[in-house]
């Protein structure tokens, strides 16, 4: 096994992501787990050196760009800082020549640092010690420092390294950026500027490098290169044995989709409507960080990292979770989940999501799903409502792109696309997918046209994130419209069936992506209800209470209208029953009466999507096999709507024919196996949720974390061990804790009180923080309890 | 020494460029100098795995594209089909892992075929021997033949060969392709159409694999993927040990620029005028190729192979040249030249030209320069007349943009563009180039503005071909139009100077591109002054006795008004004389009155260039030095104007003062040093030329072949050494041998009759193969012969 977690020997306390071999397998997924970011820019963290199967990737949160009308937008890779080129005596250095010994590389996820120390033995048999430190800045969001140090431990060297900015990058073969300008000003500090090619956005880089020896600065030579799309130095030095050389680079990133640029622009979409403007933004972003860079150039890596470390570990204050497990790794994979979700999150700016893969790689280019609405959201909402609001307000930012959607598909109000990109990209998801092995064509991707439920996901986020939060002011700016909005596209969309006299839901994809065109697929169809039956109270409510509120969202939306459809409508939406007999609800229509086969070759997969190699999607369709969790999610959701007897019913049907081929599968089902009392089968479906990236199988983080999971993976802790709900607007904490776990301990954030919860398996007690008069009503195993300053509840066996 | 090349061990006969062993810091150059083509297609011999620092490259060929207005055409990188990622019991094949031995790599020039031999010891310490072959046929220019032989030696294995079309390719991250469509059908034959982002020119891929051992068809496993801009197959099978694995990939390349395709397009351009017409092609293309790759998937690589092998060793026959030398290299650098131009050279087409560096690298981004007219040409218009007229006919079918260059510059007639591309591109030299050291920006590239002799070394190359073959009627249709144009750019382009009574030719760039904006650089003055003569020339014998001819030309060009300007300007354009007492012509107006510096360091440099790690372009401009050959190359074209005394002393006053910073320099300044009987010179002269590609420089060809010091190699022995001169139409052969060499032997075609010439230290042997009763005007060492079947000349001591 190459991939080792730290072990909890005390000194680092569970929160170092190691690898303690080199090898090449591993290349792409440390690539991902191991990425650095600060929600505004990430960096996939390749090697310094280069390795062939390596993905090099920068990504700026937001800066989407479209290389052609044939393709759909996706997150530019901008170009790397991060290859460092190193020859030593004249061989380059690399580890698949000359011997590597006493390798480690180490991810600290308190510090955010990412080092590697290794001993390298050239094919000259001469050593040398090498030790690589990078960061990306929490502190100054543009800023990147990186850091080698280079000791020969046999004779004296001679050391080149090449280093500068690289905008030969592309997203697999797909460029979005001109050639740009590349210049040295003062023979040292390295510029390049590139403007992606359709959506007008420039790319700023400037990059120093400082070399230190026997604590001075200390160079002999450098060499200026000017290449293609790419702008370098050649820096030589002659080092003496046992002496240390410390190259230092830093380097910094602007857009001028950045928020500080485009505000200036009405439009505020950082496409600037005049040249002259775009001309004087760049002016001004090239005066300030040409000055910037030269100011840092004049500090040194320890002091920057300092200045990043520390704003880092004000968020680890916050989002303290703390594991008593038999297993350390339990900790580290919460710590782990939570700093990739600080590094992806653009908490900096509104007007884009979070990607399905944050910034760590190309895959789902950068798009939003409903992964941020259903599995990531909670964990703002709950701990940083800031951020959460965020998040929510970007989808308000969409919402014209989700009429458009809705009226080119024949329906009223907001749909929401599958996909998200921009704010006004509209529905993003593209056509085409991977081979279809029947055909030999590529498999159309029908989640763009027919996967709909996204957009009840986002009213339901909206409605949870407000009865956490009791953020009015958010939902008069922006929550009662979008609520509005969502319940008006799903009265648009019910389809009145005349033999049945009631509305259904026909030809869509459920959360089971693995049945397509399906009919009244019971997720989608309670959650539309839901979304109806949502509005009807809230205009009620504004209606009545506030109405100034009301009436202007009735002259924007056509309220008045609308809710006589709803009242019309709600009582006959197709909503499928339990049977009578079996309590099983079926998940479509057709779902039930498809073929069953021997799912245990799948069901023991060592990669996901084993059955596509037997079978294509037609077939796949054609048998009861679920990619993930579909109707245990709605169960999740709206808990109150279904019994114990239901939920275990049809969790001992579906379970076994999920394949959770999908990273937002096993954290539901974890946190569903709890709800139906195996907290041991809870606790194995989390250990398996919690491997999904940190795991020893080589190849699924390629194109980039899995983001849902993270969050996935602390709602199983804080919603399923911890038993934490937003049940009907009342907190309710039923905890249940896996036998391998003495303690768990986390805040939550509830109405604006910050609560500390500490679960045993003998005692719940919570300490509201906040020093107020406020009374917190909260639902403990079915009592009521009133929390001023402290309670203390003992669980009994159950 | 990394590259061996064969020393003529008999079997072989000098016909192979070898590597010896594995060096990694050789990858470029070798891809180069053993890159494969046919004059369609061209292919980079990077290797079948892959290796950091390699560039894979195919190109096409005239299908040039544009990426942005902000830069100029170039021919797009298309997808790649030589990369072979092969797995041997789990672990990639890659020689920077376990252990290489037996090593070969063979490019042999008289098959075309690339090959390479290697026993391989995995980190697992087994072995495995394997050869690749690989080449691009000579008989059907689409298609392009690979081979893998595996044979495990130590125990049985289990192979993985990942192999298909890879459209990730770019041009140094330029890319020109849109993503295109991918497909298999049957499950077999596997297809990439991608089209050009600009030009709208689609690249059509197919590709089919057949595995083979214990002489049948046989694989375990076939896996398809598609994945973006990519098509692959993933094929498995168990081998016992010592049996032979035996893999085939055959793959076949179109475009719609293709000759036969676009015919049918009235604008002849490739780029179709409707997509009606676009589709229709598109399907034919499709349909055809299919069928053919499916007839070919039936025959074994070796029966394809042959088929190449025969069409290449006909073009051996028409190009043999022998060379005795006590040096076996000499004969092995003519046959590599000489290998270069058959597969650089689109014979087949006349609606583009050669590029800079053939179709082996991304250097000159496939571009024709001067390099064509002036060093390449003489080899075919003496060799293979055909192609020297497509190659004209290329500039004829260029008129257009010439003629809109002059005027945007002010002037009349065709001002031929430095850099030309696609037939009505125009100037598409580039604006910007390598970092000036001292402003740390760009350096701004002149030649596309002022480096305009260009336009009279065409009308030269006109001419030169014209008095060797006779060809009139290529003069009638193409010929006699550029040579009245360029005479009339001329004529618009003198300025006249008041006050010394004359015209001169004011700020350009001569041949010595070391200077920029001089005046009356003596290059250019003459070459000017000798298009206008040589126009005022045919323009009277036109009128004389070609009076339809005549008529035509002067309705459409205004002949009568240019002719008279052409008589008033031609005694008054002011050209540098030689200095009566030191017999110096001055290269400019400046030049000899510049800084001389002590150039010891700058002639004995590795790489080129090297002068510009201490002065910029500015400051090299004044000192007197040179790139390369300038005044040589006039004393060479027009060698009648200058004594010998003339020529010995600019010999020694500029000789010293080049840096053959330019691949064209040296095989001119080869000449001249014979010229001016310095053969022992010459000889080594020639030596340093014949190392330009295949010498052991590690870095010189990395961007690409050195297409036109091919061309100069080939003259440099032929028109040097072997003395074969036009002069004033005359056929004029004065050989003076090296003293390494004993024999000399080629063939030329002089007036439409092939002459065997063989050269000893005593005697030249002249025979007329072709049968006819053709009498040859020939003159040898000043007197004049009367070649019939055969003559012999005495070579005194000289």
């Known amino acids: 096994m190459s991939i080792k977690y730290d072990e909890g020997l005390g000194k680092f306390e569970n929160w170092i992501v190691k690898e303690t071999n080199f090898d090449i397998n591993y290349l792409g997924k440390c690539e991902a787990i191991m990425s650095l970011g600060n929600g505004y820019l990430g960096i996939r963290s390749a090697f310094e050196e280069s390795y062939i199967g390596e993905t090099r990737n920068l990504f700026v949160s937001g800066a989407f760009n479209r290389f052609h009308e044939s393709e759909v937008t996706e997150l530019p890779n901008a170009a790397d800082i991060t290859n460092l080129d190193i020859k030593i005596n004249g061989e380059t250095f690399n580890l698949l020549t000359g011997k590597t010994k006493d390798y480690s590389r180490e991810l600290n996820l308190k510090t955010g640092e990412l080092t590697r120390s290794v001993t390298w033995e050239s094919s ?11 960061f990306v800045s929490l502190k100054d969001l ?25 905008g030969q990058q592309s997203n697999s073969g797909t460029q979005h950026f001109y050639e740009g300008e590349k210049r040295f000003y003062n023979k040292k500090f390295i510029e390049l500027i590139q403007t992606t090619t359709e959506s007008e956005i420039d790319f700023i880089f400037y990059t120093v490098h400082n070399g230190y020896g026997n604590d001075i600065k200390t160079v002999n030579k450098t060499n200026m290169k000017i290449e293609r799309r790419a702008i370098f130095e050649d820096t030589e030095i002659n080092l003496k044995k046992n002496d240390k050389f410390e190259f230092e680079k830093l380097s910094l990133v602007y857009t001028t989709r950045d ?25 001004e972003i090239r005066k300030n960080s040409l000055s910037k860079i030269k100011y840092y150039s004049e500090k040194k890596y320890e002091e920057l990292f300092e200045e990043s470390k520390n704003e880092l570990e004000k968020k680890w204050i916050n989002y303290a979770i703390t594991i008593e497990s038999e297993n350390n790794f339990d900790q580290l994979a919460l710590r782990f989940a939570i700093y990739h979700l600080i590094v992806m999150t653009p908490a900096h700016d509104s007007r884009y999501g979070i990607g399905a893969k944050g910034l760590s790689g190309e895959g789902y280019k950068g798009h939003s799903f409903w992964d941020t609405e259903i599995f990531i959201l909670p964990f703002f909402s709950y ?24 009226i080119e598909n024949g329906y009223e109000g907001a749909m929401y696309p599958w ?28 989640s763009g046209f027919i996967e709909q439920h996204v957009t009840s996901d986002i009213a339901f986020a909206i409605w949870q994130y407000y009865m956490i939060t009791k953020d009015e002011e958010f939902m008069e700016s922006f929550g009662y419209e979008v609520l509005m909005d969502t319940a008006k596209f799903w009265a648009s969309r019910l389809e009145w069936v005349v033999g049945k006299n009631r509305y259904e839901i026909l030809d869509v994809i459920g959360p089971d992506e693995y049945k397509e065109h399906v009919d009244n697929n019971a997720f989608t169809n309670y959650m539309a209800k839901w979304n109806i039956d949502l509005a009807i109270k809230y205009y009620e409510n504004l209606k009545e209470n506030k109405k100034e509120i009301f009436s202007k969202l009735n002259e924007k939306l056509g309220l008045e209208k609308a809710y006589s459809t709803w009242k019309d409508v709600l009582d006959k939406i197709y909503i499928p029953a339990p049977n009578e007999e079996t309590l099983l609800i079926p998940q479509d229509d057709t779902y039930l009466k498809k073929e069953i086969i021997d799912l ?3 069901k023991n997969q060592e990669n996901v999507g084993s059955i596509f190699e037997d079978y294509n999607l037609d077939q796949v369709s054609d048998i009861q096999v679920s990619k993930q969790a579909d109707i245990m999610t709605l169960f999740y959701l709206l808990e109150n709507n279904f019994s114990y007897e239901v939920k275990k019913a049809n969790w001992n049907y579906y379970e076994p024919k999920t394949l959770h081929d999908s990273s937002l599968s096993l954290s539901t089902h974890a946190i569903l196996a709890n709800d139906i009392s195996d907290t041991e089968l809870s606790y194995s479906l989390f250990k398996k949720a919690s491997q999904i990236d940190l795991g020893t199988n080589m190849k699924t983080s390629d194109h980039g974390i899995h983001a849902a999971s993270f969050g996935g993976l602390w709602q199983s802790v804080v919603c399923g061990f911890g038993g934490v709900r937003m049940l009907e607007g009342i907190l309710r904490i039923n905890p249940r804790l896996p036998k391998q776990w003495k303690n768990l301990e986390f805040s939550i954030i ?12 003998s005692l719940l007690k919570i300490i509201k923080l906040s020093k107020n008069q406020d009374l917190i009503e909260i639902e403990i195993f079915d009592e009521i309890y009133k929390l001023h300053d402290e309670i203390n509840v003992e669980i009994g066996a159950n």
Do not use: C
Request: aromatic share 10%; glycine share 6%.
């Open 124 to 134: 000259k048999k001469e050593n040398f010690k090498l030790v690589f430190k990078r």
């Open 142 to 166: 543009h800023l990147i420092g990186m850091k080698v140090e280079i000791t020969p431990l046999d004779s004296d060297a001679k050391i080149s390294i090449v280093s500068g900015i690289d």
């Open 259 to 283: 928020l500080e640029f485009s505000i200036k622009n009405s439009e505020y979409t950082g496409k600037y409507s005049s040249e002259e403007l775009r001309t004087s933004a760049l002016k």
């Open 383 to 406: 701990t940083d409502p800031d951020i959460a609001r965020k998040l929510l307000e970007y989808r308000y930012h969409t919402l014209e792109g989700a009429r458009k959607k809705a």
């Open 419 to 446: 996909e998200s990109a921009w704010m006004n990209d509209g529905e993003v998801t593209p056509i085409w997918g991977p081979v279809d092995i029947i055909t030999g064509t590529a498999i159309k991707i029908w």
């Open 600 to 602: 245990t070759k799948y």
């Open 750 to 761: 509830w109405h604006n009180n910050k609560l500390q919860i500490k679960i045993t398996h």
